[in-house]
């Protein structure tokens, strides 16, 4: 079963604009990790937020965890096409021993 | 560092045969899991392995095991292929699984026909 709810499924943008995707989940985390997905390949690991942190920071990318509202965003800046793919977000809960419960993803798209 | 490594790229196998799976993960790293994703049902934890223990397994049948070596790489197996095992079957590592990154390999594409 998928823990984490995506929004939005889709998302289209032109490049230099900002891209914003969020996560909802519904069982208490250590830490929230979001994941890029290009054409079935992959996942490539973007980000790693601690339940005790609230916010980070990795080049363009600006991740928020909200444990109150068990929700999390992901913040895109001034996007390239080489962005276009599908981000996930995925939740680690205590004793889950490296499980790692997935969304169902956004897909999003740059266009140049 | 190598990340990690999957092998063979791409499957294509039969209705009723087996296939196994190998997962090199990053140098140091114990934890191996393994998940698969489909179109419907998206991402799904498969199983978990931490110094070649099983520590955690999840909803799918006995058709599918895996098992993990002394040097952490690990292999999968699916017995009695069905249609519906057709997949894209991921492997991440994880040098502390409960709170560290996991990287993901690149996956192998089995199709069953």
């Known amino acids: ?112 | 560092k190598a990340g990690v490594t999957q092998t063979p790229r791409y499957l294509i196998k039969t209705r009723g045969q087996q296939v196994t799976l190998s997962c090199s993960p990053i140098s140091g790293h114990r934890s191996v899991s393994w998940y698969q994703q489909t179109p419907g049902q998206g991402l799904q934890f498969l199983f978990e392995y931490f110094s070649e223990t099983q520590r955690n397994k999840g909803n799918f049948p006995g058709r599918f095991s895996g098992r993990q070596f002394s040097n952490s790489r690990s292999e999968m197996n699916v017995s009695t292929l069905e249609l519906g095992d057709s997949a894209l079957y991921l492997c991440a590592s994880s040098w502390d699984p409960g709170g560290t990154e996991a990287f993901f390999g690149q996956g192998t594409r089995l199709t069953v026909v």
């Open chain 1, 1 to 112: 079963s998928q823990q984490g709810e995506e929004d939005p499924q889709a998302l289209s943008i032109q490049e230099g604009e900002n891209a914003t995707m969020n996560c909802s989940y519904k069982t208490s985390i250590n830490n929230l990790q979001w994941y890029r997905q290009n054409s079935g390949r992959g996942l490539v690991h973007l980000i790693l937020i601690r339940s005790n942190e609230r916010e980070k920071h990795s080049g363009r990318l600006r991740v928020t965890l909200d444990t109150s509202k068990k929700s999390s965003s992901l913040l895109i800046t001034a996007s390239r096409a080489a962005d276009t793919a599908s981000y996930f977000c995925a939740t680690g809960s205590g004793g889950s021993y490296g499980k790692l419960t997935f969304g169902q993803g956004t897909i999003l798209t740059v266009h140049p």
